[in-house]
């Protein structure tokens, strides 16, 4: 019987412009709709405003990515996104990146992330509620193909 060799650590990191084509084949593949577009992608990853991070393994390349909105003057951060690789799912990529997200956050001074999801998303609902959010509202008509999104936040204590 050959043994497959065990996959290399998966590696959380900020994102740089050098990953923008996988970041957009990432978001072709992991939504159908609300898509991030390059352009987007690009000036993201130039904003002081926000962080794109990705986690990635040298032999599968990227695995998963989150986008977190930071508004000067506030202490509340968004997760505006967080993608995993179909074939990555189930490997705590989501998790590991949650973590970095809320890490990021509490770095830049957040007191709290707040986030939307599909009503219909159970998988990512019960990442976000296994990690402690709290869902806090309900918005009708939220995504491009009229699904509802529930509304989530987390407190986050120093760092």
């Known amino acids: 019987m050959t ?14 412009p050098t990953d ?14 609300d898509r991030l577009s390059r352009a987007q992608y690009r000036r993201h990853l130039a904003s002081p405003g926000a962080a794109v991070l990705v986690a990635d393994t040298p032999d599968e390349g990227l695995l998963g990515s989150a986008l977190v ?8 951060a968004r997760l505006y996104s967080i993608a995993t ?10 998790t590991g990146l949650l973590a970095a997200a809320e890490h990021a956050a509490r770095k830049r001074g957040s007191r709290a992330l707040r986030l939307e999801v599909r009503v219909d998303n159970a998988a990512a609902i019960g990442l976000y509620e296994r990690a402690g ?9 939220y995504y491009e193909d009229g699904a509802d999104a529930w509304r989530y936040e987390k407190g986050l204590a120093a760092p």
């Open 3 to 16: 043994r497959r060799p065990a996959a290399l650590p998966v590696r959380l990191r900020t994102a740089s």
């Open 20 to 33: 923008l084509d996988a970041l957009v084949a990432l978001e072709e593949r992991a939504f159908s709709g």
């Open 69 to 76: 909105f930071f508004r000067r003057g506030s202490t509340l």
């Open 85 to 94: 690789a179909q074939a990555a799912r189930g490997r705590g990529i989501g």
């Open 133 to 141: 959010y709290r869902r806090i509202g309900r918005y009708t008509g």
